[in-house]
């Protein structure tokens, strides 16, 4: 993969147009979580100091496009930013025409793209003007990158000069290392509620990894593929045939999808509802599976520790109830103890790297949802896609 990156460039005195993701979660005016908005710094940071102009924009919400809301305003952002930086951020609001100056070394916060019209559909009269406000545009939200937008993609078809920020550099690098060469044996968790979501990442890493550890919903149904009473526990029967081609079609080149041997099991969804560990052959048809068991999450363990790489994406069971969330806790303790390059994804991942707080001993977290997934599928993104043109042409 070959794209341009910042150190490609003297940007002292140059128009930089940063696209960020700093869609972040705001309450009353306020920004309730900023980790988005500190893992955007370094690459504005780096711009700054060497003298550029910097504009930065990024979407936030699902507001209207063309209609100005409030309520899906930067400006709780821009305040953050000023914050960190010591100094103030302006915040821009109708900036697609021009018309206003950005001094060297200052940074603006030009106003929630999707605001824009012809921005979500990439409307090159758009994604020309974006282009004209700048003499390098940094892609810099891999979040997005999975879709071809007027802020992501044609932006970067116009612009003077495209490349990768920082934080996209190094996510593209992370996830290239894990999945492209990958040390070996390579160890994949897919976890989450649905088989139906999750087949084709499901289906492409079939093909790459040694192991494929299935968690939460998705192991019912590979549990009941293996010929296991799941009682009521989620399930989606129209997939076990494709469950058991999964698992036939990994047997036969010598790699195992581990299936689990005890779970643990209650009567109903609930905070309160008692744990009962079971024998994975012994589920009653009242039964509904939220964990796995001891004896499995010793052998996901044992598995973890001996990789090579690990890629994680989603639970293995309700871990948001603690009696739930045993096999899930053993999961992010082995990857934090485990000596593989360990990658992981995806907003339910994350909240359990936070809740077993073992953020600092992941080789590399990724911020981004469906990116991340399109990625471990082996699809092109679009915005990747246009930096690699660009480094091209």
């Known amino acids: 993969m070959t794209f341009k990156r910042l150190s490609d460039f003297n940007l002292a005195g140059k128009r930089v147009f940063i696209r960020a993701d700093l869609n972040v979660p705001v309450k009353d005016g306020k920004v309730t979580s900023d980790a988005r908005i500190t893992a955007s710094m ?15 924009t990024s979407h936030l919400g699902r507001p209207e496009e063309g209609v ?32 206003f ?84 044996p390579m160890v994949a968790i897919v976890g989450g509620s649905k088989v139906s979501t999750k087949l084709t990442v499901l289906e492409a890493l079939s093909e790459k990894v040694d192991q494929m550890v299935v968690g939460g919903g998705i192991a019912n149904t590979f549990l009941k593929a293996s010929g296991r009473n799941v009682g009521k526990s989620l399930c989606e029967d129209d997939l076990v045939p494709t469950a058991q081609a999964l698992m036939k079609k990994m047997t036969a080149r010598g790699a195992t999808i581990p299936i689990a041997v005890d779970v643990v099991c209650g009567k109903k969804f609930d905070a309160a509802e008692p744990a ?25 363990v044992d598995i973890i520790m001996k990789a090579g790489t690990v890629v ?19 999961i992010a303790m082995a990857i934090a103890n485990t000596k593989a390059f360990t990658l992981a994804g995806g907003g339910d991942t994350i909240a359990a790297i936070q809740k077993y707080d073992i953020y600092d001993k992941v080789s590399y977290i990724s911020t981004a949802g469906g990116a991340f997934l399109e990625f471990l599928e082996g699809k092109k993104l679009p915005a990747v896609e246009m930096l690699e043109q660009r480094a091209a042409g």
């Open 42 to 56: 370094p690459t504005i940071e780096l711009c700054l100091k060497a003298g550029a102009r910097v504009m930065v």
């Open 68 to 99: 100005y809301a409030e309520e899906n305003s930067l400006k709780p952002v821009a305040d953050v930013m000023a914050n960190k930086l010591g100094k103030p951020v302006r915040v821009i609001r109708d900036w697609v025409d021009g018309g």
């Open 101 to 184: 100056e950005v001094a060297t070394g200052e940074v603006v916060l030009l106003e929630n793209c999707r605001f824009n019209k012809g921005e979500k559909k990439n409307v090159e009269a758009t994604a020309r003007k974006y282009a004209a406000l700048c003499d390098l545009f940094v892609m810099d939200a891999f979040g997005t990158a999975h879709r071809a937008e007027a802020s992501t993609y044609g932006v970067a078809e116009f612009a003077p000069a495209a490349c990768a920020g920082l934080l996209v550099a190094e996510e593209l690098e992370a996830l290239t290392k894990a999945l492209a060469t990958p040390a070996r």
């Open 276 to 300: 009962v560990q079971k024998d994975a052959g012994a589920v009653s048809d009242d039964d509904m599976i939220f964990d796995i068991g001891p004896k499995s999450a010793q052998e996901l």
């Open 312 to 330: 994680w994406n989603g639970p293995v069971g309700v871990f948001e109830f603690d009696q739930f969330g045993e096999g899930t806790k053993a």
